[in-house]
């Protein structure tokens, strides 16, 4: 792994809390930072999942909240909560695709409405002692939009940037706009870190290599499909112990007995190990107990090759 590249950890939602994130850093590490799934409200409060996930007392890595939020008001509560907990960096989402969120002008959402977003930087640019980065799309229905959002990050003077070079429409189907991306670096002058379709750490090298102004890149989902990428002497028993653990956090931390952690470690497997054996990923999708599960996520990673 290149020593000169910053590699962020992009948060998902349903995959990277704090147990997969304890986890990761534990077995194989090479992370900068690792960003959580947004935190929102709902019905005017803090889901309290979202709380315990950002809880100091259960995250062992370095961790940033990332928020998301449209009107003031709801930024405000949210950015008071996790300043208390003691977190002087937040990341505000302007990338998250999915229609019941964007079309509420969240996420990626947000970027069609710079005038709303104006008034939500204004809000938050209050909290002096906090430094805020964004996340963000080129725009939600038009790649260019991003011209009118980028200029007023002037108002919270951003520690940097990450683009995702598409629009919200396409969630992560189709081409990455890479001319529009090139447009943002070289007119921007706060830091970029790009995100998008890194499989492996030879994409992050390639895309440093070609952008060598770059802060670093941020992977996501290619993390949790292969998140031995980050580590120089992974095995596939490495990956074996970071699952076995995650499933033994799971167990404690879950109450609603036994086939709620199989669902939970299921769900694991919509993006990990996509190349794993086939027979053994019909097996796990057909495991109703964690005995059933172990055995055949076991098969799985064992039909990787790895290190």
């Known amino acids: 792994m290149n020593s000169l590249l910053n590699i962020y950890s992009a948060p998902?939602?349903?995959?990277?809390?704090?147990?997969?994130?304890?986890?990761?850093?534990k077995y194989f590490g090479g992370i900068t930072r690792y960003y959580t799934p947004f935190i929102r409200l709902e019905k005017g409060t803090i889901r309290n999942?979202?709380?315990?996930?950002?809880?100091?007392?259960?995250?062992?890595?370095?961790?940033?909240?990332?928020?998301?939020?449209c009107q003031p008001q709801e930024a405000t509560i949210l950015i008071d909560?996790?300043?208390n907990l003691g977190y002087?960096?937040?990341?505000?989402?302007?990338?998250?695709?999915?229609?019941?969120?964007a079309l509420k002008h969240k996420g990626s959402g947000m970027l069609k409405y710079p005038d709303e977003f104006a008034k939500f930087l204004q809000a938050i640019a209050q909290y002096r002692d906090i430094e805020f980065s964004v996340k963000m799309r080129l725009g939600w229905d038009d790649n260019k939009q991003w011209q009118e959002i980028v200029p007023l990050l002037d108002i919270i003077n951003p520690t940097h940037i990450t683009i995702h070079p598409r629009i919200g429409t396409q969630?992560?189907?189709?081409?990455?706009?890479?001319?529009?991306?090139?447009?943002i670096l070289a007119s921007c002058h706060y830091p970029i870190l790009y995100n998008g379709n890194i499989e492996s750490i030879a994409d992050a090298i390639t895309i440093k290599e070609k952008y060598p102004n770059l802060a670093g890149v941020m992977i996501g989902r290619g993390l949790v499909a292969h998140p031995y990428i980050t580590s120089t002497d992974a095995t596939n028993q490495t990956v074996q112990n970071f699952h076995d653990s995650l499933m033994e956090a799971y167990c404690n931390s879950y109450t609603g007995g036994e086939g709620?952690?199989?669902t939970k470690?299921?769900?694991?497997?919509?993006?990990?190990?996509?190349?794993?054996?086939?027979?053994?990923?019909k097996a796990i999708k057909k495991s109703h107990t964690l005995q059933q599960y172990a055995t055949a996520a076991h098969d799985a990673i064992n039909s990787v090759t790895i290190g």
Request: glycine share 4%; charged share 20%; proline share 7%.
């Open 265 to 281: 470690m299921k769900s694991l497997w919509e993006l990990f190990l996509p190349e794993a054996d086939h027979k053994a990923r």
């Open 81 to 83: 909560a996790i300043k």
């Open 171 to 183: 969630k992560y189907k189709g081409d990455l706009d890479l001319s529009q991306f090139e447009a």
């Open 12 to 25: 998902l939602q349903g995959y990277t809390d704090h147990i997969w994130r304890n986890n990761h850093a």
């Open 49 to 69: 999942h979202d709380i315990k996930d950002i809880n100091p007392d259960v995250n062992t890595s370095t961790v940033v909240p990332q928020i998301i939020a």
């Open 88 to 101: 002087t960096s937040i990341d505000i989402n302007l990338g998250c695709p999915h229609p019941p969120v």
């Open 260 to 262: 709620q952690i199989v």
